[in-house]
DNA sequence: ACTGATCCTTACGTGAACGTCAGATTATCA
DNA sequence: TGATAATCTGACGTTCACGTAAGGATCAGT
């Protein structure tokens, strides 16, 4: 709980702080043991580069991946399994930001961009078909409410 | 397979054909045993007036009753427990019903009308809340997408 | 260097939501 | 009145997504 007074106001981001899995639990709503859990299944990265028995090691980003694996996980109702196909070219988000830093060449940098867009826009499908049934379901409900209305009022 | 042919062009409705479990699966996009497990938690009504052995037998409506169970089920993303709470005033609709159209009461009446709303109304809160999260999702993945937009243009 | 808090790995346990199998029973139709 | 298909009631098995406990190591502060 003490707060390095180093790092003053702490503005949540800029400064890369290094977290450790029992903070990033709380700030995700998750626990260590679910962390683990993706990382076992290969949901989350798991640093190749960790050395056995260490602690894990995240980053403001990793918080952010997580929170919206989760996210993703309720609000589309989807297992691990699926999450994990469906985020596998994202998996690798770090590698391929990395690879278009690192090349010059430009059509390689537009391959990667319409890589990304593509698996944006499957996320994007997906989270539009849900709403699209939810606003069904809203109608149907609304509908019967009305109903319910209709009959009360004839009883007045 | 073989379809009665007194029942002609059987148009879904109307006709209060009686079904038995296997149909009601299959209608339902479930199985007999889910069906069974449903009853066997109290999610369905399990006629308290078939004798022990004897094949359930199932309406129309109690088709309409489990697709619904589903559809809140998968959309919602609730337990079958919290379902149980949230429909165990419906539960009791087909008596609510018959007690609707045998009191002669209007104050009563309207007391059971008030009580349908207040079940449907919360049904609706939880869809739109659901909206809301998916909606909000929605946003950040389109920015998301703009932002790829972007820089494949400053590509070119 | 010590200490308390947190983390590590390993491994077994758990609840939800069914799947599956066996053996008996019930319904339908020729 | 059989024969065939579908259903019945247990009861045990399974998968997913973690929970939990043990025994030991690591890390931050003093």
Redesign the interface.
């Known amino acids: 709980m003490s707060i390095s007074f180093d790092a003053p106001s702490t503005p949540e981001d800029e400064v890369p702080r290094v977290m450790r899995i029992g903070e990033v639990a709380e700030l995700t709503g998750t626990t260590p043991r679910t962390i683990r859990y993706y990382e076992e299944i290969g949901l989350l990265a798991g640093g190749t580069d960790r050395q056995l028995g260490k602690h894990r090691c995240y980053s403001h980003g990793d918080v952010e991946r997580i929170q919206e694996i989760v996210?993703?996980k309720?609000?589309l109702?989807l297992s691990l399994e699926q999450l994990s196909q469906l985020l596998e070219a994202e998996t690798a988000r770090a590698d391929i930001r990395r690879e278009f830093q690192a090349t010059d060449d430009?059509e390689r940098?537009?391959e990667l961009?319409?890589q990304?867009?593509g698996h944006?826009?499957t996320?994007?499908g997906l989270?539009?078909g849900?709403?699209a049934?939810?606003?069904r379901?809203?109608a149907d409900?609304?509908a019967?409410?009305q109903r319910?209305?209709d009959?009360?009022e004839a009883?007045s």
Chains 1, 2 share one sequence.
């Open positions: 996210r993703l309720d609000l109702g430009p940098q537009r961009l319409l990304s867009r944006i826009d996320q994007l989270v539009r849900r709403i049934e939810l606003s379901l809203e409900l609304s019967r409410a319910v209305r009959r009360l009883l």
